[in-house]
């Protein structure tokens, strides 16, 4: 007898995940560290897959930091006034936006 799962059905994983999907990671700030409480109070990782809400949230102050900025996209973000566009050379082609707020 086959028991493998129908090819048309959704159940084909031996194991199932009984966490939901993590989509940010939030580091709060301890005020008791023993060298002095951070000067940020909070960092938060966000996921965000697509690259034109990723960059549009860098523009609206939605986020203050972004890695791999698309480098098409980098000589706009330097223009922007308000993003403040780090680059540094090496083998992967990347760029840093953050916001100057």
């Not at 034109?52 to 480098?71: F, I, T, Y």
């Amino acid at each position: 007898m086959d028991h493998r799962p129908d090819p048309g059905s959704r159940v084909s994983e031996v194991f199932r995940s009984v966490y939901p999907a993590v989509t940010h990671i939030e580091l709060r700030a301890n005020p008791k560290y023993w060298g002095g409480a951070p000067k940020v109070g909070a960092i938060i990782f966000q996921e965000m897959p697509e690259a034109s809400v990723r960059l549009l949230s860098l523009e609206q102050g939605k986020v203050q930091l972004l890695a791999d900025v698309p480098p098409q996209d980098v000589a706009r973000l330097r223009h922007s006034g308000n993003v403040r566009v780090l680059t540094q050379p090496g083998l992967a082609v990347d760029g840093m936006g953050g916001t100057t707020c």
